[in-house]
């Protein structure tokens, strides 16, 4: 570390266990946040498997998978599941192309190219609280979206209460969502090293192959990681959908945030843990996905 | 990839008329330019519209609001106020009201309780999140031990689990703790968050280790290391991670409806309660709506260089 020449053995010996001190010494930095957690959250969660297991907290007999079969019978459950799948499906690969193009367009050299920036990343700053009244007064089924329609001669829909609801949803997701991401992008697009890009002007490489050979693999890992916190974004917006529509809203907005509030309500354990062990492994499964793509795709690069 | 090349190296079909294509793109290019800027104004004013509406808004009377909004908040409780059958999106109002406000911040305390709520909840969560982060990050960047790399990758999957997996473990050690419906099951499920654990580390990653080589040959300790170099270097980017920090709870709902329960309802912050404020007072909702949001956005306009930072140190996750 400080000298390369040979220490002695007993110098090394000396080293070594001035160093095996100081380890332990920063170990009590870790203490703090260490216990926080193993009791917030990993000691519960341990709790929270023994409960998915279990008959019922009284008889506590072991009830194998039968709780996890229950629950994915539940109808509830499958509304839920399928509509935040639908939703994520939707939104997800909206919020990861959009902030992509804006961040490339701000790469360049722009008029007011800073207040585009600030502009876009604002929403980033809003509590959705206090901006679901301006969605009413948009959606609602008399609301402005509405009547322009009639005024352009269609028929007026029921934004939060169809089919189409969920379109509204992803309006607001994609609103508050897209400067996070633009932000990763932008400095993503800063990092990439700038003689590639020229090496590949003066091969004659055009824009368009600029950008799918050389900026996008170079990108990837960041696509990966825009990827994974827009899905994780997908499954709060539970937020968005409660603020707007309370408790109860049409059935295309009841997301898994829903089911969860309802259980939470009727204390139900043994639901409660397994939904949550459920979409956790969902969770891990998709990062797992995900991770496995990006390595094969930044191979490529490394070469 | 050979990217040395030696400068003069021009292909020769590249010299003849290479000045006019060149001026040909660079006219192409500037018109390509203009028409990015104005496609971005669009977007801009969109993006722009929610925020702008509901402060403007705020500035209308109640009656305004009856008016222009007609039957979207018909629980309209001002009796013989013209409701229109017609929505009229305004963006200036016709009379410069500061009644809502007035109302607000005078004569209706259960708004001043509500955002006092939010404050008491937030405020704890930032600060101790993060003070709690920055040491744990120099014990988990110093010495990258087998331990200390999976203890860290742990936190990174616990960062990634979404509500409905965290609020399940949060709830049942609450309640047997006796936390349940009190402020403090928010707060210390929020302090020992590994968000921003995982963003400082990074950043302490990064800190060359010649300089904490040097502190120590002066005789230096952790403490003092840590103290007198690492905390004073991450300044800016602890004061990113707070804003982070700030925002996400700032806008928190989903815990204060699970935590909260019964008569602990009433410790709901604001950021839950705006939605539950009764259609009549649409005017109020919207002065409260930009109270809540002004103070975010003020702070935005400040430190947008530090949002900025801390948001690109999250991205990756590699470290």
């Known amino acids: 570390m400080v000298s390369k020449s040979n220490p002695t053995p007993a110098r090394r010996r000396r080293r070594n266990r001035a160093e095996v001190k100081e380890r332990r010494l920063t170990r009590l930095f870790l203490l703090p946040s260490l216990l926080g957690v193993a009791v917030f959250f990993v000691a519960p969660f341990g709790v929270v498997f023994y409960y998915s297991l279990i008959d019922n907290p009284i008889s506590g007999e072991f009830a194998g998978l039968d709780n996890f079969a229950l629950l994915l019978r ?230 | 990839m050979n990217v040395s090349r030696p400068a003069a190296y021009t292909p020769r079909h590249a010299e003849k008329g290479a000045r006019g294509t060149m001026r040909a793109r660079a006219v192409g290019l500037r018109a390509a330019q203009i028409a990015a800027a104005v496609f971005l104004l669009g977007i801009s004013l969109v993006f722009l519209a929610p925020i702008v509406l509901t402060i403007t808004n705020s500035f209308m009377s109640q009656s305004e609001i009856a008016s222009n909004y007609g039957k979207i908040f018909t629980s309209v409780t001002t009796a013989g106020t013209y409701v229109s059958s017609k929505v009229n999106l305004k963006l200036i109002p016709d009379l410069v009201s500061f009644t809502q406000y007035s109302t607000v911040l005078l004569r209706s305390p259960e708004y001043l309780f509500k955002f006092w709520n939010s404050v008491i909840l937030v405020v704890p969560i930032v600060v101790f999140q993060t003070l709690v982060a920055l040491v744990a990050s120099y014990g988990f960047a110093r010495f990258e031990t087998k331990f200390r790399s999976a203890v860290f990758f742990a936190y990174i999957i616990l960062m990634l689990m979404p509500y409905q997996v965290t609020l399940v473990p949060n709830f049942l050690v609450s309640d047997f703790l006796g936390l349940l419906d009190t402020r403090w099951a928010i707060i210390l499920p929020g302090v020992f968050s590994p968000f921003a654990v995982f963003i400082l580390t990074k950043f302490m990653r990064r800190i060359p280790s010649a300089m904490i080589e040097a502190a120590k040959l002066d005789g230096a300790g952790e403490w003092q290391i840590f103290t007198k170099i690492c905390a004073p270097m991450s300044k800016s980017i602890v ?22 329960r019964g008569d602990a309802q009433s410790l709901h912050p604001l950021s839950v309660f705006l939605s539950q404020i009764n259609a009549g007072d649409a005017g109020l909702a919207f002065a409260v709506a930009t109270i809540y949001m002004v103070i975010p956005l003020l702070l935005f306009l400040y430190c947008e260089d530090y949002l900025v930072e801390g948001v690109s140190y999250s991205g990756g996750l590699k470290g």
């Open chain 2, 239 to 260: 004061a990113s991670v707070a804003i982070l920090v700030y925002i996400d709870y700032w806008n928190m709902v989903e815990q204060p409806l699970v935590l909260l």
């Open chain 1, 74 to 303: 539940n109808v509830a459950f499958r509304q839920a599941a399928r509509n935040t799948a639908v939703f994520s499906g939707i939104a997800v690969p909206l919020a990861v192309v959009i902030p992509l193009l804006f961040a490339i367009l701000l790469m360049q050299k722009l008029p007011m190219r800073s207040f585009f920036r600030t502009v876009l990343i604002s929403p980033l700053m809003v509590p959705i609280a206090s901006i679901v009244l301006i969605w009413e007064v948009l959606f609602h089924n008399n609301g402005v979206v509405n009547e322009w329609i009639t005024a352009l001669g269609g028929t007026a829909v029921d934004w939060f209460k169809s089919d189409y609801s969920q379109i509204t949803i992803v309006l607001l997701y994609l609103w508050k969502n897209i400067g996070y991401n633009m932000i990763l992008f932008m400095s993503a697009l800063a990092e990439i090293p700038q003689d590639v890009l020229e090496a590949a002007q003066l091969d004659g490489a055009g824009a368009m192959r600029t950008f799918f050979r050389i900026r996008l693999p170079y990108l990837s890992s960041t696509v990966l990681f825009v990827t994974i916190l827009s899905v994780i974004n997908s499954f709060k917006v539970f937020r968005e959908v409660y603020l707007l529509t309370g408790d109860y809203p049409y059935n295309a907005l009841y997301m898994l945030q829903h089911f969860m509030n309802n259980t939470f309500r009727s204390l139900d354990y043994q639901k409660l843990s397994c939904a949550a062990i459920l979409m956790g492994a969902v969770m891990i499964v998709i990062i797992g996905v995900l991770f496995f793509i990006d390595r094969r795709l930044g191979r490529d690069i490394e070469e």
